[in-house]
């Protein structure tokens, strides 16, 4: 293990917690506001069968964001690399996740990275299935191959929250359909998607998604591949350059480990070849990311050198 030393970790943090007070948790989304403010989590899989947690390791939480990038991974297992990239592209953007303005201006239209929410819903849209059911079948079968943990199941109550206030999203979806870059019915999808930002897991499970995306896709106890090396390294690479919203850049300078946050608080990280991490600290920062779990990470990155730059 980089760091086998609890005692070290638990400082980290408990350091860090003192952050949670500056941050808030999302609430735009109903459900998500009903979260504890102070809880904090961190859990490191080093692929060796020991997980190293501290913090409230027993809380679970939606993925939320995170899950773009299962969903990703999946849609272009199903599909491909090159049909994935006539719907989304593959730069990053300054804008808010949510921001739909770009949909507009840019010619043709479409959504610039997976990782904000139009690129992600575009991406949920590729995701193969008979029907909403068998799609999110599917995803959650492929998140147990990745933890090992077949319990993983969404939130009901989070997903029907989501569902019945996401305009936003409706508005991005009819935009795209209009512009051709999703098919089928809008609720459908919505559907989908509401329940896919819904699955819920702690931030071991997390950590372990971490490990086989660290380890170029493979399981680390059946050395099965899971995800083919070059979608595992495409996901990588957005982590680093969407995967913390509109602070990517800053995060890739402070601590640079491929990552990828959520307005739920969870934050995945992958540091190529070491370690997978999961963090959970739901008060967020501006920009929308767990503002104690940034700190504990760039704390976490400078001790045991984890920057991949
Ligand atoms: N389900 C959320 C939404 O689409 C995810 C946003 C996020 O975590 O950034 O608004």
């Known amino acids: 293990m980089i760091c086998d030393n609890f005692d070290d970790i638990y400082e980290i943090v408990s350091q860090a917690r003192k952050y949670t007070k500056d941050g808030k948790v999302a609430d735009y989304i109903p459900a998500l506001g009903e979260a504890d403010p102070n809880n904090l989590a961190v859990a490191m899989f080093d692929g060796n069968g020991t997980c190293l947690s501290a913090g409230n390791v027993e809380e679970t939480f939606t993925l939320q964001s995170v899950s773009k990038v299962l969903s990703l991974a999946l849609a272009l297992l199903d599909n491909g690399a090159e049909k994935v990239f006539t719907r989304v592209g593959m730069e990053p953007t300054g804008d808010p996740f949510n921001s739909i303005a770009k949909l507009e201006s840019l010619k043709p239209s479409k959504p610039l990275n997976p990782m904000i ?143 990828k946050s959520g307005v739920s608080g969870g934050i995945l990280g992958a540091v190529p070849h070491k370690l997978g991490i999961g963090i959970y600290g739901p008060a967020l920062d501006e920009k929308g990311n767990s503002i104690a779990g940034m700190k504990l990470l760039e704390t976490l990155s400078s001790r045991f050198d984890l920057s991949m730059f």
Do not use: W
């Open 117 to 259: 929410n139009a690129g992600a819903l575009a991406v949920t849209n590729m995701i193969a299935g008979a029907g909403t059911e068998d799609k999110l079948g599917r995803l959650l079968e492929f998140i147990h191959d990745l933890t090992g943990n077949t319990s993983i199941t969404y939130n009901e109550k989070v997903a029907t929250s989501e569902f019945e206030t996401a305009d936003l999203n409706r508005a991005l979806c009819y935009f795209m359909r209009q512009h051709g870059g999703i098919d089928g019915g809008v609720e459908e999808l919505m559907d989908l998607y509401t329940k896919q930002c819904a699955i819920e897991m702690d931030c071991e499970d997390l950590s372990k998604i971490g490990y086989v995306l660290a380890n170029e896709g493979v399981d680390p106890v059946s050395q099965r591949e899971i995800i083919p090396l070059h979608i595992a390294r495409i996901v990588k690479t957005f982590m680093v350059t969407c995967g913390m919203y509109n602070a990517s850049g800053e995060f890739a300078i402070r601590v640079g480990i491929p990552a």
